[in-house]
Protein backbone atom coordinates (compact mmCIF):
# COMPACT_ATOMS: atom_id res chain seq x y z
CA UNK A 1 0.00 0.00 0.00
CA UNK A 2 1.25 3.68 -0.91
CA UNK A 3 1.66 6.17 2.04
CA UNK A 4 -1.47 7.63 0.50
CA UNK A 5 -3.43 4.71 0.32
CA UNK A 6 -2.94 4.09 3.71
CA UNK A 7 -3.93 7.52 4.78
CA UNK A 8 -7.29 7.03 2.90
CA UNK A 9 -7.70 3.80 4.38
CA UNK A 10 -6.97 5.20 7.96
CA UNK A 11 -10.02 7.94 7.30
CA UNK A 12 -12.43 5.39 6.31
CA UNK A 13 -12.10 4.27 10.62
CA UNK A 14 -11.82 7.79 11.49
CA UNK A 15 -15.07 8.95 10.10
CA UNK A 16 -17.07 6.45 11.21
CA UNK A 17 -15.88 7.44 15.08
CA UNK A 18 -14.73 10.73 14.63
CA UNK A 19 -15.46 13.49 17.81
CA UNK A 20 -17.62 16.34 16.30
CA UNK A 21 -16.92 19.71 17.45
CA UNK A 22 -19.54 22.40 16.57
CA UNK A 23 -18.30 25.64 16.03
CA UNK A 24 -15.04 27.24 14.27
CA UNK A 25 -14.07 29.36 17.28
CA UNK A 26 -11.16 27.78 19.24
CA UNK A 27 -12.97 27.50 23.00
CA UNK A 28 -9.69 28.14 24.96
CA UNK A 29 -9.51 31.19 22.83
CA UNK A 30 -5.63 29.69 22.08
CA UNK A 31 -3.64 29.41 19.10
CA UNK A 32 -0.02 27.53 19.74
CA UNK A 33 2.50 27.87 17.04
CA UNK A 34 4.87 25.18 16.87
CA UNK A 35 7.94 23.58 14.50
CA UNK A 36 6.70 21.45 12.52
CA UNK A 37 8.77 18.22 13.91
CA UNK A 38 7.29 14.92 13.60
CA UNK A 39 8.12 14.23 17.50
CA UNK A 40 5.67 17.34 18.87
CA UNK A 41 1.57 15.59 19.76
CA UNK A 42 0.86 20.01 20.19
CA UNK A 43 -2.71 18.05 21.70
CA UNK A 44 -0.86 15.95 24.41
CA UNK A 45 2.28 18.34 25.22
CA UNK A 46 0.11 20.94 26.42
CA UNK A 47 -3.29 18.55 27.37
CA UNK A 48 -5.50 20.23 24.62
CA UNK A 49 -8.59 19.03 22.81
CA UNK A 50 -10.06 18.84 19.81
CA UNK A 51 -11.77 22.40 19.00
CA UNK A 52 -9.96 24.34 22.04
CA UNK A 53 -7.19 25.95 20.19
CA UNK A 54 -5.80 26.88 16.42
CA UNK A 55 -2.46 24.70 15.47
CA UNK A 56 0.19 26.68 13.23
CA UNK A 57 2.90 24.67 12.03
CA UNK A 58 5.96 25.78 10.34
CA UNK A 59 9.44 25.17 10.26
CA UNK A 60 10.89 25.93 13.98
CA UNK A 61 7.91 27.51 15.26
CA UNK A 62 8.79 30.79 13.72
CA UNK A 63 6.55 34.24 13.14
CA UNK A 64 6.23 34.92 9.29
CA UNK A 65 4.47 36.67 7.15
CA UNK A 66 2.18 33.60 6.96
CA UNK A 67 2.01 33.50 10.97
CA UNK A 68 0.49 36.85 11.42
CA UNK A 69 -2.35 36.40 8.41
CA UNK A 70 -3.16 33.32 10.51
CA UNK A 71 -3.13 35.34 13.91
CA UNK A 72 -4.79 38.39 12.13
CA UNK A 73 -7.83 35.81 11.31
CA UNK A 74 -7.50 33.95 14.99
CA UNK A 75 -7.94 37.56 16.55
CA UNK A 76 -10.41 39.55 14.92
CA UNK A 77 -12.33 36.73 13.16
CA UNK A 78 -12.58 33.34 15.40
CA UNK A 79 -12.00 35.51 18.94
CA UNK A 80 -8.18 34.26 19.68
CA UNK A 81 -6.60 36.45 22.90
CA UNK A 82 -3.58 34.11 23.57
CA UNK A 83 -0.90 32.53 21.72
CA UNK A 84 1.74 30.49 22.83
CA UNK A 85 4.73 30.18 20.83
CA UNK A 86 7.08 26.27 21.24
CA UNK A 87 10.09 25.80 20.20
CA UNK A 88 11.57 22.61 20.85
CA UNK A 89 15.50 21.32 21.41
CA UNK A 90 17.32 19.19 18.73
CA UNK A 91 15.68 21.51 16.35
CA UNK A 92 16.69 21.29 12.73
CA UNK A 93 16.71 25.08 12.14
CA UNK A 94 19.19 25.62 15.45
CA UNK A 95 22.62 25.76 15.02
CA UNK A 96 22.74 26.37 11.31
CA UNK A 97 22.44 29.89 9.32
CA UNK A 98 20.29 30.65 6.34
CA UNK A 99 23.49 30.63 4.32
CA UNK A 100 23.87 26.81 5.15
CA UNK A 101 20.11 26.49 4.29
CA UNK A 102 20.34 27.73 1.27
CA UNK A 103 23.16 25.95 -0.12
CA UNK A 104 21.62 22.65 1.04
CA UNK A 105 18.30 23.59 -0.09
CA UNK A 106 19.36 25.80 -3.49
CA UNK A 107 16.14 27.65 -2.36
CA UNK A 108 16.95 31.00 -2.02
CA UNK A 109 14.61 31.76 1.19
CA UNK A 110 15.35 33.34 4.59
CA UNK A 111 14.94 30.17 6.62
CA UNK A 112 14.65 31.88 10.18
CA UNK A 113 17.34 30.10 11.60
CA UNK A 114 17.40 29.83 15.81
CA UNK A 115 21.07 29.89 17.02
CA UNK A 116 19.83 30.72 20.38
CA UNK A 117 16.16 29.89 21.52
CA UNK A 118 15.81 32.31 24.17
CA UNK A 119 16.61 35.43 21.95
CA UNK A 120 14.54 33.89 18.89
CA UNK A 121 11.02 33.34 21.32
CA UNK A 122 11.86 36.94 22.51
CA UNK A 123 12.66 38.20 18.64
CA UNK A 124 9.01 36.35 17.90
CA UNK A 125 6.73 37.08 20.81
CA UNK A 126 8.03 40.84 20.69
CA UNK A 127 6.89 40.84 16.70
CA UNK A 128 3.34 39.47 17.94
CA UNK A 129 2.99 42.07 20.47
CA UNK A 130 4.33 45.02 18.47
CA UNK A 131 2.02 43.84 15.50
CA UNK A 132 -0.70 46.47 15.19
CA UNK A 133 -3.24 44.01 13.65
CA UNK A 134 -2.78 42.03 16.78
CA UNK A 135 -4.26 44.45 18.80
CA UNK A 136 -6.78 41.86 20.56
CA UNK A 137 -4.18 39.70 21.73
CA UNK A 138 -3.79 39.97 25.35
CA UNK A 139 -1.17 37.82 26.29
CA UNK A 140 1.97 35.67 24.44
CA UNK A 141 3.95 33.35 25.64
CA UNK A 142 6.89 31.25 24.70
CA UNK A 143 8.49 28.15 25.61
CA UNK A 144 10.90 25.36 24.73
CA UNK A 145 9.55 21.99 24.48
CA UNK A 146 12.90 19.10 25.39
CA UNK A 147 11.65 16.29 22.93
CA UNK A 148 13.61 14.21 25.38
CA UNK A 149 11.62 14.91 28.64
CA UNK A 150 8.59 16.11 27.61
CA UNK A 151 8.89 18.72 29.44
CA UNK A 152 8.52 22.42 29.06
CA UNK A 153 10.74 25.23 29.85
CA UNK A 154 8.52 28.61 30.63
CA UNK A 155 10.93 30.90 28.68
CA UNK A 156 9.42 34.57 28.07
CA UNK A 157 5.49 35.90 28.80
CA UNK A 158 4.30 39.79 27.44
CA UNK A 159 0.85 40.67 28.78
CA UNK A 160 -0.49 43.69 26.58
CA UNK A 161 -0.38 46.67 29.31
CA UNK A 162 -3.95 47.61 30.35
CA UNK A 163 -4.75 51.05 28.99
CA UNK A 164 -7.68 53.03 31.21
ZN1 LIG B 1 12.03 21.98 14.86
Known amino acids: MTEIAELLAANEHYAASRAHVAGARP??????LTCMDARIDVFAVLGLQLGEAHVLRNAGGRVTDDVLRSLALSTHA??????????????????ITDED?????????????????SAALRED????ATTPFLTPLRMVGG?????ESGRLDDVVRWERPVTT
Open 78 to 95: LGVDTVVIMQHTKCGLAG
Open 27 to 32: SRRLAV
Open 143 to 147: FVYDV
Open 125 to 128: VELI
Open 101 to 117: LRRATGADLGFFPIDDH
